[in-house]
């Protein structure tokens, strides 16, 4: 099978992002498809959902109607803001897009966070709530520099963050840090090399490599099952595969720390290179893109372009 001819065979967001990261495509022609991403398919749908008053289903982190017995009995609602940016952020919806534009201002001037009323892009008390937030932030055209300052004045001493730390926790959570993470390497992108920034961000990397992206410290045993899952939408929830696709997108080189955690997205590959789309966290949904116990396109996507490169690094880091 051809992956890229299949994968192309789908919606704006997975295209555009085959052409630039599969396909090596001519900016432009990137470009073109991705200003579909906004107007057709999954990103078109999800803007279509956001309410008058600026909120995806009446809440920042949780839809207005949200309750402590939903979560207990079907888990996290998934249809909240936080939830509709992270996905439209990992859609590639074009920022510059006027619809897009028109969307982001309706969440500033009216959305605010349930913990104390905080504007929405000022963030709450929660580091990795506000990781995402500087991530959405950052993606779609606002300067997060003040929440940044905050996230980096919150590193815990073995260098990555938990929410619980608001708890007493002193040692860091995958979950936690993976969501500061991806607000950090948005804002590098937007800002360019910022010392403290890149600093905290590799900090936060060794954290990870000292435990081979999802191994106990003081064991070695697998920390959560789920990290070896790989959801789509991802939501939340951490995963070696996603944890790789962010380090690519740094910039940065593979850690030989990271082997055992490449073999497993290896192994999990079928053998028409495919993916199994094994489904997203459970809790409401608006609608979910793909169907669970078929091949995948998201994560045949995000999948190939981590193999990819990390095996076109492995000559360079043999010769070295």
Known sequence: MDI???????DPAIRWQVMRDLLGSPPDAVARERSRVANEGWGAAL????????????????????????????????TSTMWALSL?????????????GAAIERVAANVKWEYAGEDYFDGEVEACINGRTVRAGEYFGRDMTPLVDRLLEEVLDDGGWNCEALNGSVVSSFDSTLGVLEGLVEYVAHHGPDARVDAAIDRALEYMYSRQLFRRLRDGEIAQEYYLFFPFPQRHHYN???MLDLIRASGRSP????????????????????WIHEGTPKGRNHFLPETIGEPGRWI??????????WDQALPAAAAS
Do not use: M, Y
């Open 47 to 78: 803007l279509e959902l956001q309410w008058e008053d600026g909120s995806w289903d009446g809440g920042a982190w949780g839809p207005a109607d949200f309750s402590e017995a939903e979560l207990q009995e079907s888990g996290q609602a998934w």
């Open 240 to 242: 070696v595969l996603r």
């Open 88 to 100: 439209l952020a990992d859609l590639g919806v074009d920022p510059g897009d006027p619809k897009v």
């Open 255 to 274: 850690d030989p720390r990271c082997a055992e955690a490449i073999e497993i997205i290896r192994d999990r590959r079928g053998e028409d290179g495919r």
């Open 300 to 309: 045949t996507l995000v999948g190939t372009r981590v193999l990819n490169w």
């Open 4 to 10: 890229a001819t299949w994968l192309l065979d789908s």
